[in-house]
């Protein structure tokens, strides 16, 4: 499996922007889909976007503000994050899944490498 380390989290005001990274190692990053989910204090982890040899992938409250990107020479995928909100505020955890992987780009199980997470918090 391989091993994932995010960074990029903080504290930032509404309107705002952040720059999520994720550094991968221990695989070959190509060979993974890459994925970005939250988890708010009390609820459920959910899916935010996710980037495969397909496309991109976003959730719908992520549309439109945040973009997810990869560099596979630096082993590392980006979530730009703009027009942040309050309820945005999250621990943010990147993620990865073996390329054959079948099933929905936004379905947790199917994602079997997990980072430890970032905290993002916005203020209003």
């Known amino acids: 499996q391989v091993q994932l380390v995010e960074s990029g989290g903080g504290l930032v005001q509404a309107g705002d922007s952040l720059r999520l990274s994720c550094a991968a190692s221990?695989?070959?990053?190509?060979?993974?889909?890459m994925g970005w989910f939250r988890q708010a204090p009390g609820k459920e982890r959910e899916f935010v976007s996710a980037?495969?040899?397909?496309?991109?992938y976003y959730a719908d409250f992520a549309q439109g503000r945040f973009t997810i990107s990869r560099d596979n020479a630096q082993n590392t995928v980006y979530l730009q994050m703009n027009s942040l909100k309050p309820e945005d505020t999250a621990v943010y955890y990147c993620?990865?899944?073996?390329?054959?992987?079948?099933?929905?780009?936004?379905?947790?199980?199917?994602?079997?490498?997990w980072g430890q997470g970032t905290q993002v918090t916005v203020s209003s």
């Open positions: 993620a990865a899944r073996r390329g054959n992987t079948g099933g929905l780009m936004s379905r947790i199980a199917t994602y079997d490498s």
């Open positions: 221990g695989g070959t990053f190509s060979n993974y889909a």
């Open positions: 980037i495969n040899w397909n496309g991109r």
